[in-house]
Structures are given as C-alpha cells and as structure tokens.
C-alpha cells in the first residue's frame, strides 16, 4: 500500500476523523490547510458535557505519533475549535445555500449539509484555497451572492445525491433578493432553535446579516441590476399574506423598517416606501371586486396602517399636489382602493364588464344569486376599508390629522357633484370629480365608523358639537389645534336661518372626533349615494320605455328592434350593476342605523335638549330659543329623506328591521314636517312627507307582480305610535303649505308633491287613532270658519277640490286630445305624412299620454280622498263656504263621465293612460250618498246650473248598473235623485223671482243674489259671505284692489240685508197673490 493509501487508511481508523463530515473533510485538513493565526482559549472543565460521545472518543485515542492526525491536530489548536469551525460553515451553508467547497460531492457526507449551494468561485479564488465559510467571510459572501445574476448557474451539488430535487435548486438558485434574504432569515430562525449553544450567537449573527443585507439592497437598489427590489418586497407581504403564517413574514419586515428607520443616511424610510406605494396603487388598479387576489393586497394595505411609520407616510403620500381638484383624491393609493367596485369602470362602456352579462337571458334566479355574490364580496371589501380608516385614524395625532385633512379636501373639491349641471354635463364631470364607486365605498366605510354612536338613544350622539358647521376658514394650525378638518360648510343652507334675536353661541376650542365623522359621513352620502338613486330612477324609467318600444318594434316588425334590444341589454347591465352596488345588506343597514341616529339627534336638538341623556318627545314643543338647527346643513335632512325613499323603492325589506329605528323616523317627521319655524325649507318638508309614504305600511306590492312585502314591524309602529294626532295635523300642514312655495314652478310642483300624501292619508283614514285626530281637526275647522286665520283643515279641503278640479279637468282634455291622435292613426293618416310631421305627430302622442295619465293617477287620488273623508265629515262639507263648489266639481265630472261627452273620452287602452272613469263615477256617487242626508247640501245641488240637470242623475243611475254596482248603492242613488229634483222643481221659481233683482242685490263676483252681504273695508265693496270666504281661503287680499283681508275684518251689511230680506218677502207675497196662474 501507498503512503497515501496508509494515511488515508490511518484518517479513516482514527476515530478523530468522526469529528468530519466526511472522510474527504479529514483528508483535506489533513493535507493542505495552514494552521489558524489566532489561538483560541482552552476549553473550560464542564464544556466536555456538551460534547458528543464521538468528541470524547477522539480524545482518548489520538495516537500523536501518527503523521495524518498531526497534520490535523496542527491545522486548529483545539479539537473544540475545529469542531465549532466545521459546524459554522454547515451552518452558513444551510441558511444561505451557498459555498466555497467545489470538491468531489461523493467525498462528503450528507449530514447537515444542504442538497444543493450556489458555489461562489471568484470569492473561493480569491481566498487562496480557503473552502470554508466562516463569520469573517459571510458578509463578503453573501454580498458577492446577492451580486449574481444568474446564481442558478452556479449551483453546484453537495451531497452524492443527484437525484432531481426542484425545490432545492429553487432555493438555492433564487435570483431575487428579497425572497432570497426572507428564505434565509427563516432558515437562519430553525438554527437559533436548534443549534446548541455555543453556536446560538453565531446563528443569531447570520439572522441579523439577512436583515442588515436586506436594509442595504432596499437602500441601494441600484447596485443590484434587472432587480426591483420593492416589488419583491411587496410580494414578499403578498405572499406572506396568502399563505397560512403572515405573522413570518411581519416579523421579517418588521425587523427590516427598524433597522431603515435607524439609518436613513443614504436614503429616508419615505424614498423607500412610497415606491412600495406606487407600484401597490398600480397593482390595485388591475384588480376588480370578486377577485379573491384584492383581499390579499387589502390585508397588506391594513397591515400598512396597522404600522405607526408606515401610515405616516402612507397619508403623507396621499395628499394630492392640488387639493382642488376632485379627481386627484381618486388618483392615490387610497382613491385607487376606493374606486373597486361592480359599477362600469367607465360610464357608459359595458365592453369588458364582468358583472350581469346578458341579462335578458340570465332567469331571475341567475341575477339574484349574482347580486348576492357581489353582496358578499362587497361586505368583506368593506370591511377591510372600515378597519384601515380605524388604523389610520388611531395610530398617532399625527397621521390622524393628516387623514381627517385628506377627507375635508377630497369633499370639498368634490362638492360640485351635487350641482345639479354636473349630471346633464358628465363629460365635464367625469374629468373633475371622483367617481360614484369612490364616494359609495367611502361612504361605506365611514358608515361603520360611525356605528358606535349609532344607537338612536346613544348619550354619545348628544356630544355632537353643531356649531362645527358655523366655522368659517382658519389657518391650518388652527385646524390642527381645533380639530376642524371639514370646509366650506358655512356656505351650506342649513334648516332655518339664525333668527335676528339669538344670542351668538360659544363654539368650541376643540371638536371631537364624532361630530367631524358624523359631518364627514353625511357629506359623503350627500355626494356620492343621491346621485346613485336620482340614475336608479332614470334608469328605471328609461328602461320601462326601451320595454315598451321594443316590443313595439317586434310586435310590427320595425329593423330598428335589434339595435333597440342591444340598448336595452346595455341599460339593463348598467342597471343591475348600480342596484348590485346600491343594495348591499350590511351597508344598508348601517345607513339606516346613521339616519335614525341623525333623527334622533335633530327630534332633541329641536327640543333645545343640552343635557347629556335623551328627553321624551312631547307635545306642545318649547319655543326656540337660541337654538342651534340654524348651525345644521339642510343636506342632514336630504340624505335621510333620499334614503329611506331609496328603501322603498329599491330594498323595502330593510325598513322591517328595526322598530326603534322607525319611530325616531316618525318622531323626526311629526316635528319637522308641519313646522316652518324648525325647518323652513318647503320642498324640504314636502319631502319628508314622500318619506312618509316610503316607511308606512303598504299593503300592496309597490309593482305589478312583485311579491308582498312584510309590514309587520312598520304596521305595529304606526298603529301604536303615540304622536298619531301631531303627525296627522303635520301631513295637512304640509299639504297646505306646499301651495305657495315661491318657487317659479310652485303650481307643477304641488302636485308632485302632494302625490305621495294622498296614501298616507287613506292609510291614516283606517286606523282609529288617526281617524280620530283628522275629525277633530274638522271639527274644529266647522266650529271656527271665520276666524281671522281661516283653519287648517278648511284650507286644506279648499285646496283638494281646487286640486281635483284642475287634474280631472287637465285629463280629460288629454284624453280627448289622445282620442283625436289615435283615430287619425288608425284610419291611416300619418302614413302619407312626411318624416318629420309623423315623428311630431307619434312625440305628441307620447307626450299627452304622459300628461294624461299623471293628471289620470292625481285625480283619481284626489276624487276617492273626498270619498273617504265625506264618510263621517260632513258638515264643514255642506256649509255654503264648500258645498256649492264641491257640488258643481261634482256635477261637472259626471256630465263627462256618463253624459253625451263621454265618447270623447273612449281611448284605446285605459289602462295605459290609468283612466279608471269606472272607479270615478262610484267615488262620485259615494260623495253624493255621503252628504245626501244634509238639505242643505241637496238643495245646494240644482243650483249649479253649468252641469246640473235631472238627465245627468238618470244617465248615472245608468251607469251604475251597468258597472254592477251594488244595489243598494243604485236605490240610494235613485232615492237622492228623486229628492235633488223636488228641491230643483221649487228653486226654479225662485230663480225667476231672483231675476228681476235689483243689481245692488246681486253679488259683483258671482251675478247671484246675496243672502248675507258683507262689506269688505278696505275697498268698501259689499260681496256675499260665501263667496268671500272661498276667495280668502286660496288668497287671503281684498279682490277689488289686492290689500291684506282676513275673515275677521269683513262687517255685516245689516242694512242692505233688510232692504233684500224685505224685497224677497214681497215678491213672495206677490206670488202667492197671483198664484198657480201668475
């Protein structure tokens, strides 16, 4: 044998070679390595417990007279030192898969050794044949590793192994940094846990150079070429997020923010993070709602408000370079996130929209289980939002303030989105404001910060500070000191305006968070949610026309029927889209909880409650004194009316899931509605009563076809709701003063809104308790008719008849017109017209039967609300202020409804136009049923001499049989006819009496002879009482020359009276002298 085959069977029976991986390891000591320049301290009496039993073989059978083993000896100067070096470059070698030692793989053992390690061949050449790694040489190696770039070319393998092994040869070959550092730290981690002891430091040591190492690439990132090292470190939270233990990856991070916060020399932590920002924000803009990917990037988002410096530059980044610019808000990190939702990306562009592909074909159950999906997705992005704004809010003053700037800027630049040119003008819009799913998303989130106050009887509600709204500007360190981060709201209109006689109130060294989120979150509603339910409706209606057209167009085989078929595919996505995003349960909910919570809050503000816990509502209020509604935006009141008429008309289930709430609602209504001193706004109380309508009971369907509602909870809260009387009265206020609103457009506008009035009361009307406080409100009226200010419930009739008068009398003008148009449609004479005239002639066609069918529906209203309250009030009905006008509306429709003139009325589809003259002639007849045991109002009836005559009660008993009425109702009908005649056969010779009345007896207005002349003082004009207490009930001015008159100025013309008295007399006795004959 050799001497090299006697020294390496010497190496390998010394059992010192076990101390080795390897028996090339011993070898390679044993032949070529210098001994080490620095000697190491003897090993300690009790380290010999922390030796292997291998270790303490070693030393009891080293032979120093064998050559190998003293090549060995004279390379360490300790056994101990040799082994701590051996296991340090395992070690090394495990956490950062790299190496030095490009021998023969069969020559090493497998223990603790990685499969497969880049071998760094220029560090190994310039060491001069050193192939260990050790803590003087990992810097140096781990940078010269991180430098490569390709480092899966050098991968080299370490064991005999060669089977494939893809995961070892990714991770050892990872080019990025980041991972690449992360991979090491966790690996560097499993050492710190099982390493003994005397190799802890050194584990700890190769930990701590991965974060080091790390902190140097995220601040010199130019040295490490085709690497964008803030991606991988986005990615990196990414993934850790994904992935079941995030906590690994934060905990890495973490250590990396520390170590750039204390060295920020070559660059500050912000020149590093925000390019972080920036390439998240492009990341976000890719994603869309129902990607379960974006709830990965919000849990980074969340992780990076959760951090204290993190969030401080990440709203520092927010704030836009011009705040005044709306759009700009959406345009950041924030914005970006805010503007993910299932609405089009692009208004108008359904190409490439993920959400209600066609509709037409989808069954209802297909599109309800869609929206229910984006429901859910909606609920957990919302989530997510809510808990980042907390973060932010939370984290520190500073970063606080810095987000409570960025929302009063973002609203404020925003605030021309509820101009009303800013919907007829969405090219210009679209470029200047933040979108409708920004301000959706932000209102949702704000909404669930605001839920802890939101409980209607929360003592936390009554710290809201209203006064905030009265600040004008100040600089922004005073903002900062006070907390005041909204603008321009002392521009809004607020409920009433200050009254000349209130003391100036105290406002605030400082604002509290909950009134600035209270302000904020009704802003935000203000701007973005109103518009979202004024498209809803337009879109409704648009597409109930596009319906209708189509189908048109099909039935009569127009070719435009398939472009109008892709429109109203277009619509309806749009459509489906916005009520998806509109109608998110939680979201709702919430707002719901908000409004009744804003309700409560404006019901004790209205009441001057300052204490800290809430007051019972209670009738009479106090008198206003230095109150502060006058500091409250009007738009409070706007966003909870639009909401809860939303409700109705597009999620009337969510109204059933509170009481508590409900009654604030009502209390909020029943104070605010009928009062001018509490809000003065007109339009803004006849809205309330559109509230009203939407959060009664209802026991129909809202359309044909659609399932019932549950009204359990609304019925029992109306019916029990102890303001029953004040809220009655309210609703007949409003429905009066709505008449003269000063607006230009007062007279179109009263019917609108006195549409949704008409239910309220038939539903009131079939309750006891209501019922009960209408009569006496009538009651009241009979008892003080002339009074100087005439009584409410007397105007109130005086106007329902004026109203019922003008709106059958406008349908039935439309529906001769429609008549005309359709029987020249049908005999052909459009055919032969031009273009143009044919497309008047259709526009006018649709037009009228627009108008028809609106003056049909109101009428129809007005006629059965006259029906029902003539049930049991009657006598304020048959007074001479009322009955002579009731009876001549009366006579006057049934003339066209059953006499000659109605074939002028006999459209083709009364359906269409709601012409329902079958239900008008029975509320007709019912009116006359219920006031016919009066004589006063029978007699009054053949004194209409337009349309009276005994023909037109014969043509109406006609017409009940035919429209099989009951036949009760036709005898009782038969019986009043027969006794109106009689009183007309006696008043006709009065009538020829009257006319040889002198003219001083007859009255100026009405040419009829007085029976109670009264003298007006001002114009010194004498009138009869009944014909100028009907003039002062709609306009209350003398009507010879306008000046101010009420009831109770005008004066009996006693004299005049006797002279008429005694000339009535006379020829009375002049009849009966000349008798039958005469």
């Known amino acids: 044998m050799t001497d090299q085959g006697n020294n390496n069977q010497n190496i390998s029976c010394n059992p010192f070679a076990a101390l080795f991986s390897s028996l090339a390891d011993a070898k390679q000591f044993a032949s070529g390595q210098k001994p080490q320049q620095q000697s190491t301290q003897p090993p300690s009496e009790d380290s010999g417990e922390s030796q292997s039993e291998s270790e303490n073989s070693v030393s009891d059978s080293v032979d120093d007279n064998d050559d190998s083993v003293a090549e060995i000896s004279r390379s360490f100067r300790s056994r101990q030192e040799l082994c701590e070096q051996l296991n340090v470059n395992h070690m090394i070698q495990r956490i950062f898969l790299i190496t030095l030692d490009n021998s023969d793989p069969s020559l090493r053992g497998g223990n603790g050794i990685p499969p497969r390690c880049v071998y760094l061949e220029e560090m190994a050449a310039d060491l001069d044949g050193q192939d260990w790694l050790d803590m003087d040489n990992i810097e140096q190696a781990l940078f ?18 060669s089977a494939v092994n893809l995961s070892a040869d990714r991770d050892a070959g990872e080019k990025c940094a980041i991972p690449y550092l992360f991979a090491c730290f966790q690996r560097a981690k499993e050492e710190v846990k099982k390493v003994p002891e005397k190799l802890l430091s050194f584990a700890l040591r190769c930990k701590n150079l991965t974060v080091s190492n790390t902190r140097t690439v995220l601040l010199t990132p130019e040295i490490y070429i085709s690497q964008n090292v803030y991606e991988q470190l986005l990615d990196l939270l990414l993934e850790g997020f994904r992935g079941a233990q995030p906590e690994e990856v934060v905990e890495f991070v973490e250590e990396v923010i520390a170590g750039l916060l204390s060295d920020q020399e070559v660059r500050t932590f912000e020149e590093v993070i925000v390019p972080v920002f920036d390439i998240f924000q492009g990341r976000f803009k890719d994603l869309d709602l129902c990607q379960p990917l974006l709830y990965f990037h919000l849990d980074v988002l969340l992780y990076f408000s959760q951090h204290k410096d993190i969030a401080k530059v990440l709203v520092e980044h927010i704030q836009p370079k011009d705040p005044a610019n709306g759009l700009q808000f959406q345009k950041s990190l924030l914005g970006t996130v805010l503007n993910i939702s299932c609405l089009l990306k692009t208004p108008g562009v359904v190409e490439g929209h993920g959400y209600f592909l066609n509709p037409s074909r989808s069954s209802a159950q297909e599109t309800k289980v869609q929206e229910a999906n984006i429901h859910q997705f909606m609920g957990q992005f919302h989530d997510k939002l809510h808990h980042i704004l907390k973060n932010l809010l939370q984290r520190s003053g500073e970063t606080r303030h810095l987000l409570l700037t960025w929302l009063g800027n ?19 819009f679209f470029q200047m404001y933040a979108s409708d799913a920004f301000f959706l998303n932000l209102g949702a989130a704000l909404l669930r910060l605001c839920q802890p106050f939101c409980k209607p009887r929360s003592p936390k509600l009554l710290t809201f500070n209203p006064t905030y709204c009265a600040l004008k500007e100040m600089s922004e360190e005073e903002r900062r000191n006070r907390n005041v ?25 400082s604002y509290s968070l909950l009134t600035e989120n209270l302000i904020f979150t009704q802003l935000t509603m203000h701007l973005g949610f109103h518009r979202l339910h004024e498209q809803m409706v337009k879109m409704n209606q648009s597409l109930h026309r596009l319906q209708v057209t189509c189908q048109e167009a099909q039935r009569t085989g127009n070719p435009m029927s398939e472009q109008l078929l892709e429109q109203f595919e277009r619509l309806m996505i749009v459509y489906l889209s916005t009520k998806a995003a509109t109608t998110q349960p939680a979201m709702l909910q919430c707002c719901l909880n908000l409004q009744a919570a804003t309700a409560a809050l404006l019901v004790q503000l209205s009441m001057g409650n300052q204490g800290p816990e809430h007051v019972a509502l209670d009738f009479p209020l106090p008198s206003l004194q230095n109150t502060v509604l006058c500091y409250i935006p009007e738009f409070f009141a706007e966003n909870l009316g639009d909401f809860f008429i939303f409700l109705r008309r597009f999620a009337d289930d969510i109204l059933e899931t509170s009481a508590e709430n409900l009654e604030q609602i009502l209390n909020f209504i029943t104070i605010f509605m009928g009062n001018v001193e509490r809000m003065k706004n007109p339009h803004l109380r006849a809205k309330l009563a559109e509230v009203l309508e939407a959060v009664m009971p209802h026991m129909e369907p809202l359309a044909p ?38 607006d230009p457009h007062q007279f179109e506008q009263k019917f609108n809104y006195r549409r949704p009035m008409y239910p309220i009361l038939k539903y009131m009307w079939s309750k006891d308790n209501y019922r009960e406080s209408i009569k006496h409100l009538a009651n009241y009226a009979s008892e003080n008719l002339e009074a100087m200010n005439p009584p409410l419930f007397l105007r109130f009739l005086n106007l329902l008849m004026n109203d019922a008068i003008f709106l059958l009398d406008e349908a039935i003008q439309y529906l001769s017109k429609i008549k005309v148009l359709q029987l020249e449609q049908a005999r052909g004479e459009w055919e032969g017209l031009a273009p143009d005239a044919r497309r008047e002639k259709e526009s006018s066609l649709q037009m009228f039967g627009q108008l028809g069918r609106f003056h049909n529906i109101m009428s129809n209203e007005t006629i059965g609300t006259l029906a029902f309250l003539t049930s049991e009030i009657k006598g304020i009905f048959v007074h001479p202020f009322l009955a002579e006008r009731i009876i001549s509306m009366l006579n006057y429709f049934l003339q066209h409804l059953v006499g000659p003139k109605m074939g002028a009325l006999k459209v083709k589809d009364f359906s269409e136009f709601d012409f329902k003259p079958q239900q008008l ?52 009908f038969g019986v009043l006819a027969d006794k109106i005649k009689s009183h007309a056969d006696r008043q006709q010779q ?38 100028i207490a009907r003039h002062l009930l709609s306009d209350q001015t003398d009507p010879f020359n306008r000046s101010p008159l009420t009831m109770d100025q005008i004066r009996p013309n006693e004299e005049l009276k006797q002279q008429i008295l005694q000339w009535l007399e006379k020829h009375k006795q002049d009849r009966l002298q000349l008798g039958p004959s005469g």
Not at 417 to 426: C, G, L, S, T, V
Not at 705 to 731: D, I, K, N, T
């Open 144 to 161: 010269n590793r991180l430098l490569l770039l390709e480092p899966g070319n050098q991968l080299i393998y370490m064991t005999s192994c």
């Open 410 to 428: 973002c609203l404020q630049a925003n605030a021309g989105r509820a101009k009303i040119w800013a919907n007829q003008m969405p090219e210009i």
């Open 485 to 509: 981060h909204a603008r321009g709201l002392e521009k809004e209109t607020c409920l009433i305006p200050v009254p000349p006689q209130q003391q100036q109130l105290e406002l605030a060294q």
């Open 705 to 742: 076809g659609a399932a019932q509602s549950v009204v359990f909870q609304r019925e029992r809260v109306f019916c029990s709701y102890r303001h029953a009387p004040q809220l009655a009265e309210a609703l007949i206020t409003v429905f009066v003063d709505i008449e003269f609103t000063g």
């Open 921 to 972: 002639v029975s509320d007709i007849c019912t009116i006359y049923l219920n006031l016919g045991d009066e004589e006063n109002f029978c007699a009054t009836v053949p004194k209409d001499g337009r349309s009276y005559s005994p023909t037109l009660f014969s043509q109406t008993l006609r017409v009940l049989k035919k429209i099989n009425k009951p036949g009760d109702m036709i005898v009782a």
């Open 990 to 1027: 009065e009538e020829e009496t009257y006319a040889e009345a002198p003219d001083e007896f007859l009255d100026p207005i009405m040419s009829t002879l007085m029976l109670d002349p009264v003298l007006l003082p001002s114009s010194n004009v004498t009138v009869d009482r009944s014909t």
